[in-house]
């Protein structure tokens, strides 16, 4: 079946301008997830959502930074007046469940290459 | 809280030999399931396999094992008869099973392999 998929792969942007990242999760997954992937590091948790809602924004870095999930389904994560420091790859991954084990493994998308000039 | 730790920042193996990648994690959670991600160059994250805390036997899928050591809390992957498709970026990662918790990386491993 299809993937994660996120639109759009390279995103490139001035300082100052805002931008929409989008996410495709698999389908009949509940659990949604954002991550931000700076180089030369491993992937960093920024939101959660579990249907509709969110669960867990915590790894938002600001209120610059947000996200939506309006049907269950998609989601797009949202930049405001972005900042050079913002460029990164950002991870979409989905889940079944979260309740723990080997179905809460979450599959990631091929990422979004954001760079802020 | 948890933290995963990969001390190898590259390693290097030839074609068909085995080798092992490593990692070490850090959590107070009775309950957790540890992960390994294969990243290769364009970009996307692949899961490769998973091992529960109280799984009795260590995970296996295909050509990658997890050699789980709870005591020591270490959760190294080992490829057999490694492949040129296998040179990539290795991630360790975690997740405890307590309520709601996401997955926690490791900074990775870049393996390359050789002809």
């Known amino acids: 079946g299809a993937g994660v998929s996120q639109t759009p792969s390279n995103k490139v942007t001035e300082k100052g301008k805002y931008v929409e990242l989008r996410c495709d999760p698999i389908s009949g997954h509940t659990a949604l997830y954002w991550y931000r992937q700076s180089l030369g590091q491993g992937p960093e948790f920024l939101i959660y959502?579990?249907?509709?809602?969110?669960?867990?924004d915590s790894g938002l870095p600001n209120d610059r930074f947000f996200a939506v999930r309006p049907e269950g389904s998609v989601s797009t994560l949202k930049i405001q007046r972005t900042e050079r420091g913002d460029s990164a790859v950002y991870l979409c991954?989905?889940?079944?469940?979260?309740?723990?084990?080997?179905?809460?493994?979450?599959?990631f998308g091929p990422g979004t290459r954001l760079t802020v000039l | 809280a948890q933290k995963i730790t990969q001390t190898q920042p590259g390693m290097f193996v030839q074609e068909k030999e085995a080798v092992t990648l490593d990692c070490t994690y850090d959590t107070s959670d009775p309950s957790y399931g540890l992960f390994w991600y294969k990243q290769p160059s364009s970009g996307e994250m692949i899961f490769l396999i998973y091992q529960g805390s109280y799984d009795q036997q260590n995970a296996t899928e295909g050509r990658y094992s997890l050699n789980f050591q709870k005591a020591r809390k270490s959760a190294n992957l080992v490829i057999s008869a490694s492949q040129l498709g296998d040179s990539a970026m290795y991630f360790c990662?975690?997740?405890?099973?307590?309520?709601?918790?996401?997955?926690?990386f490791g900074k990775g491993t870049m393996l390359l392999v050789s002809p």
């Open positions: 959502f579990q249907g509709t809602g969110a669960a867990d």
């Open positions: 990662a975690m997740r405890a099973n307590s309520g709601y918790s996401t997955l926690t």
């Open positions: 991954a989905s889940s079944l469940l979260t309740s723990g084990g080997a179905r809460d493994t979450q599959y």
